[in-house]
């Protein structure tokens, strides 16, 4: 699959594609019925078969993989019929948990005649390289497109332009960025669920990009073991997402040259998403950090009330 690939095989992550792909102009002029198109490196397009793709048109999830189909799988006629003929296309599948997996691939050529499926765990790269990518010094056809973006085929939708995720969909991802990053310090999830321009906003310091965010959380952690907040609300419009937080975390290490107290204290903020293209893009953050301060006993307590 390519070195986005081994990523998700060695993080023992899911990854599971199903898409159409081929230059993005001639998938642009003849669109199926109820498809998007994501525009990709090197004038490349494609279109997610997502789950309201495959209700509309009675197609199978990855059926080439798990089904052993050995021809054009049913409904996927129906969908690519617009763009044969046109240029080169192909059908893409690939499904990998943990290291196991493999992908699926049917050509067909200028002329709209097809290949028979071709499965093998590259290709993916062997159809691409048909196609016309260019792989890179760096990089595999697979990644010089940046296919490893998504981890699931449903989210590739988000990224046609003008679409945004339902509101519920939202919430999930900024669920999992908390309960994963922020509870975890899973730093494979910070660049999963994040834009590569993803950049966090702690009040009244200066904006961190991923790998300052990353050693942030890592201190945080290392202050803090057992960090682990609950989110108390949620509330998500467009493509916004405001959360309310809070938890009880010990301080067993040095944390901003405190040397580590033992005492247990309460932690609070609010946090406010924005989301961009199925990520994470930005993030701001204001929480208690004078109450925090108070009880690790840096600051004064405040007085009794009414006092």
Known sequence: ??????????????????????????????????????????????????????????????????????????????????????????????????????????????????????????????????????????????????????RHTDRWQYDARGELMPTDDVKALVSEFIEKVWNKADMAALDELTLATYTYHLGGQPARDRAAMQQFVQAVHVAFPDWRVQIQTIVAEGDSVAVQWNGRVTHQGPFQGLPPTGKAIDVAGINLYLIQDGKIAQEWEQMDSLGMLQQLGVLPAPPPQGK
């Open 1 to 150: 699959m390519g070195r986005g690939s081994r990523k998700y095989q060695q993080q023992a992550m899911a990854y599971t594609l199903q898409a159409v792909i081929g230059k993005a102009e001639h998938l642009a002029a003849a669109l199926p019925a109820g498809a998007k198109l994501v525009r990709l490196p090197q004038q490349m397009g494609l279109i997610p078969i997502s789950a309201a793709v495959r209700s509309r048109y009675g197609i199978l999830s990855v059926p080439l993989i798990d089904e052993g189909i050995t021809s054009v799988p049913p409904g996927l006629h129906d969908l690519v019929h617009p763009l044969v003929g046109g240029g080169a296309i192909a059908y893409v599948e690939a499904e990998f948990f943990g290291g196991d997996g493999t992908q699926a691939y049917i050509l067909w050529d200028q002329h709209g005649e097809h290949s028979a499926p071709v499965l093998h765990p590259s290709a993916i790269n062997e159809v691409l390289r048909r196609l016309g990518v260019k792989r890179t010094e760096t990089t595999d056809e697979f990644d010089a497109v940046d296919l490893a973006r998504h």
